[in-house]
């Protein structure tokens, strides 16, 4: 590998670190105030079926109940995340944006009424289902042994996509994973498209 290359490389991770490190660090910046303010922020989660509560898609992720709750998702938040920019940085805020958006429109929709739902495992389960599911879409053998690996190590989270533990948000876990299928499905579409477009280019010289 080059010097260019290499210092591509480390530009690339360097950059990678600082978008992860923003994102942790407003987390928890957000929670040291709601700390203070006695947990006055959480009001802006999703609550289901109530219009204002659509705020939660765009706020719910940066909530958290307390230091715990918070602590619990930073370490897979900062894991999976890295894992979905590995190949593409940009691969990060597209699959967020489409977590965000699924995992909690859908909690908005099917979520006990009269409750709030915060935190940001909806997104962590988006991560999760997209690194799991992008071998199928690809059909790359890169990706699907990456697919199988990130399986091996995670997959154990999957059971908190159903029914449990009292005050867990099942329903954002579930629909972030499936909301990380989407665009895993969405963007290996927006890839083939994009090498046919480039193969028809070059049959036209």
């Known amino acids: 590998m080059s010097s260019p290359e290499v210092r591509g490389l480390v530009g690339e991770v ?18 040291i105030v709601d700390f203070f303010l006695g947990g006055a922020l959480n ?5 289901p079926r109530n219009v204002i509560g659509l705020r939660g898609i765009l706020f719910a992720p940066f909530l958290h109940g307390n230091f715990a709750h918070l602590i619990a998702n930073t370490v897979p938040f900062a894991t999976l995340g890295w894992f979905v920019m590995l190949r593409r940085t940009s691969d990060f805020f597209w699959v967020t944006a489409i977590a965000m958006l ?7 929709l099917i979520a006990s009424p009269n409750t709030v739902h915060i935190g940001a495992s909806g997104v962590i389960f988006g991560y999760l289902g997209f690194l799991i599911s992008r071998g199928y879409f ?14 091996l190590a995670y997959g154990g989270l999957i059971w908190g996509v159903l029914p449990g533990q ?5 329903q954002g876990h579930l629909f972030g994973f499936i ?3 989407v665009a895993a499905w969405l963007m290996a ?3 083939a498209a994009s090498k046919a477009e480039r193969r028809r280019s070059y049959r036209g010289f």
Do not use: C, N, P, Y
């Open 14 to 31: 360097k950059t990678q670190v600082a978008i992860l490190a923003f994102a942790i660090g407003l987390m928890w910046a957000i929670e």
């Open 43 to 47: 009001s802006f989660g999703i609550i």
């Open 102 to 108: 699924v995992g909690g429109l859908g909690t908005w």
């Open 138 to 151: 690809e059909r790359s053998f890169g990706s699907m042994l990456f697919s199988i690996l990130v399986g």
């Open 166 to 170: 009292l005050g867990i948000s099942w």
């Open 179 to 181: 909301g990380g299928i």
């Open 189 to 191: 579409d927006s890839k």
